[in-house]
């Protein structure tokens, strides 16, 4: 299996732009998560979904930042209107049912400019 | 809520000697404990884990943990490291019954010295 994929690995962005971060979990899993990390706040929880559904998303910043998970196999993570002060990297992780390991893709460099 | 304290930012340690990297934990039962390993600009990889049982974990890499319920503590040791060991370390809880995301430290960043 490939892992979990996020695009694009790097992006570049104005203030005021919309983003959007995708990520393709890994076939089977049913649980997908969205962090963010940055130096000032280290890896922070945004939203995880099961079976497609979210569960948890108290750690979504503001109203500006918005998931979702059409399917089984893809989700994302949409920000609009990005600010400079969401510059970080975003990691998508998966796990499958009954299994507490998260596997994480190798995440999304965002800045706004 | 879980929260996860690494004490130690930075560490630098010479080539070949060992390693313990500190991790402290709050929660109100014993919960899952992680140690994560993060090279520069990749992703995080699983280096170990505890849910119950034996409380000293075997990880990849030639890692190991010790959990000890009376200090709330999963260090994680190396009895000697190398170069491509130098990367950050993140420990992470998980509260039992595993149905929430994982709540990380800080993390550490290893140095190592030639």
């Known amino acids: 299996d490939a892992g979990v994929i996020q695009s694009p690995r790097h992006e570049v962005t104005e203030m005021g732009q919309e983003v959007t971060l995708r990520c393709k979990p890994i076939?089977?899993?049913?649980?997908l998560f969205w962090y963010r990390q940055t130096m000032m706040r280290g890896l922070e929880l945004l939203i995880y979904?099961?079976?497609?559904?979210?569960?948890?998303d108290s750690g979504m910043p503001e109203d500006r930042f918005s998931a979702k998970m059409p399917n089984a196999s893809f989700s994302t993570l949409k920000i609009q209107p990005s600010e400079p002060r969401d510059s970080a990297v975003y990691f998508c992780a998966s796990s499958a049912q009954g299994n507490t390991e998260a596997f994480f893709g190798q995440g999304t460099r965002l800045t706004v400019v | 809520a879980q929260s996860v304290t690494q004490p130690d930012i930075h560490i630098t340690v010479s080539e070949g000697a060992s390693l313990e990297l500190r991790c402290n934990y709050s929660?109100?039962?014993?919960?899952?404990l992680f140690w994560y390993v993060q090279s520069p600009g990749q992703g995080l990889q699983l280096l170990l884990k505890y849910f119950s049982g034996d409380t000293l974990v075997q990880g990849i890499k030639g890692f190991e943990a010790e959990f000890k319920r009376s200090q709330s503590s999963f260090n994680l040791r190396k009895p000697s490291v190398h170069w491509s060991d130098a990367a950050e370390y993140f420990c992470a809880v998980l509260p039992g019954g595993g149905a929430d995301g994982l709540t990380f430290g800080k993390g550490t960043h290893l140095i190592i010295q030639p």
């Open positions: 929660y109100g039962a014993t919960p899952y």
């Open positions: 979904f099961n079976n497609n559904v979210p569960i948890d």
């Open positions: 076939s089977g899993h049913n649980s």
